[in-house]
């Protein structure tokens, strides 16, 4: 069964970080990406990591935001630094099953931003 872990959410002050966890389970997964949707707003990307270590981001979030992966663990990070009020939002992970078009989605966490 395919599962999608998010960890690492919680309310940061702006100009903080926060660094927020993937974990994938039961298959072998391709590109691996975070979105993120905020109140009343549609879900956005926020960046992705191809298996290879290829890197994708939002123009939003260049500069501040880091993916990386360990693909022995299946596992995929999202580095956040200085934060901005307007970064708040659920925090969406996604893992493609390589090979195919399947896409797996994590329930979520929460990112507050606020002083």
């Known amino acids: 069964q395919v599962q999608v872990v998010e960890s690492g959410g919680g309310l940061v002050q702006p100009g903080g970080s926060l660094r927020l966890s993937c974990a994938a389970s039961?298959?072998?997964?391709?590109?691996m990406g975070w979105y993120r949707q905020a109140p009343g707003k549609e879900r956005e990307l926020v960046g992705n990591?191809?298996?290879?270590?290829?890197?994708n981001y939002a123009d939003s979030v260049k500069g501040r935001f880091t993916i990386s992966r360990d693909n022995a663990k299946n596992t995929v990070y999202l580095q956040m630094n200085s934060l901005k009020p307007e970064d708040t939002a659920v925090y969406y992970c996604?893992?493609?099953?390589?090979?195919?078009?399947?896409?797996?989605w994590g329930q979520g966490t929460q990112i507050t931003v606020s002083s």
């Open positions: 996604n893992a493609r099953i390589i090979g195919t078009l399947t896409i797996a």
């Open positions: 039961g298959s072998i997964f391709g590109v």
């Open positions: 990591i191809t298996r290879g270590g290829s890197t």
